[in-house]
Structures are given as structure tokens and as C-alpha cells.
């Protein structure tokens, strides 16, 4: 049993298995069966926000960041009406989250742990929950990732263009949950 388990986590198709394995409860819980009380249009009125963006109305409110108001509103203006586009992109964009921490966590872990928490990660992770509804987590969560992930390779290779984009994109992130506005300062 145990070298059956060490071959699967050496295999380098595990991380894309656990990516596809999320993408398939995200689609579950949009379109079959969602385990939360509330609909697509979520707790956080983004739905509100999102419409009135697409009809070119200004950001109304500074009670929610405006990141996910609009890309919630870009889908609303290509497909009018219908908050299962933008819910849809964002399970395909969730799915991400395994691949991501996997490359993140490979180099201080090794790849057999680094897949380990890829799958953990896929089965049991709370933002493909949220990634069927209308809230910024899954979309921060990878943000978040992303820039944790071009600030790794800019250390590693001194690359400037990847210090541009993990300062961009640690930036962006508080713009979709207002709790990783101190991401720039500790990173």
C-alpha cells in the first residue's frame, strides 16, 4: 500500500489530477448540487454591483473592494443576466489552487508532500465551495498564490519582471479581499 501511494504521489500527472479533480466538485456544486444555503448570487451583493457596473454605472459603495465587483461585471456585459458565467470561469480559474501550491511548496517540501497538499488541498479546500457562488475568495485565493509564486522566482533567478508582477499582483489581491492589504508589506 505504501509504495502504491509513494508512485502515485511521484507521478507527475498527481498535480493535475487534483486540479481536475476540484474542477469537477466546483462544476458539482454549480450546477448539480451547491452545499451552501444561498444561490449563485452569494451573501456580499456583488450581483447588485456586478449589473450596475456592466450597465457603466460608477462603484457605488466602499463597503465591499471593487476586484470582484469587476470581474463579476465583465461577465455580466458578454453574457447578460446569467451569474452562472462568472461562477463557471471562477470554478475553471479554482481549479488552479492544487497546481499552484504544488509549485509553491515543491522546493520546500519535496514533490511527494508538495502533491500530498495538492490533493488535500483539492478534496477539501473551502474555496471550491465559495467558487460556485458569488464571492472573491477562489479569485484572491489564486492571486494570492500567483504572486507568492513569481516572488519565489524572482528570488530564486533575480528576475525583475517577476518582482513587477508579484508586486502587481500582491497589489490586485486586497482589491478582492480587503484582509491581504498588509500581503506587500510582510512579503
Excluded at 463557471?88 to 501550491?101: D, E, G, R
Aim: proline fraction near 7%; aromatic fraction near 16%.
Amino acid at each position: 500500500m505504501r509504495m502504491a501511494l509513494q508512485r502515485w504521489l511521484d507521478s507527475p500527472r498527481t498535480t493535475a489530477y487534483a486540479s481536475l479533480t476540484t474542477l469537477a466538485i466546483g462544476l458539482f456544486f454549480v450546477f448539480v448540487w451547491a452545499p451552501h444555503p444561498w444561490s449563485w448570487r452569494g451573501i456580499d451583493q456583488y450581483d447588485e454591483l456586478a449589473r450596475a457596473l456592466a450597465r457603466g454605472e460608477p462603484f457605488g459603495t466602499t463597503d465591499v473592494p471593487w476586484g470582484y465587483a469587476y470581474f463579476v461585471a465583465v461577465f455580466y456585459s458578454l453574457f447578460p443576466g446569467s451569474p452562472w458565467a462568472a461562477v463557471t470561469a471562477q470554478v475553471f480559474i479554482n481549479a488552479l489552487v492544487p497546481w499552484l501550491l504544488y509549485r509553491l511548496a515543491r522546493p520546500a517540501v519535496g514533490p511527494r508532500v508538495a502533491a500530498l497538499a495538492a490533493w488535500i488541498t483539492a478534496i477539501f479546500s473551502f474555496n471550491t465551495i465559495y467558487a460556485s457562488t458569488q464571492t472573491s475568495d477562489s479569485i484572491c485565493t489564486v492571486l494570492f498564490l500567483t504572486s507568492l509564486l513569481c516572488f519565489v522566482h524572482g528570488h530564486k533567478t533575480s528576475s525583475t519582471w517577476a518582482f513587477v508582477a508579484a508586486g502587481a499582483l500582491s497589489g490586485l489581491t486586497p482589491q478582492f479581499r480587503p484582509n491581504m492589504i498588509l500581503l506587500p508589506v510582510i512579503v
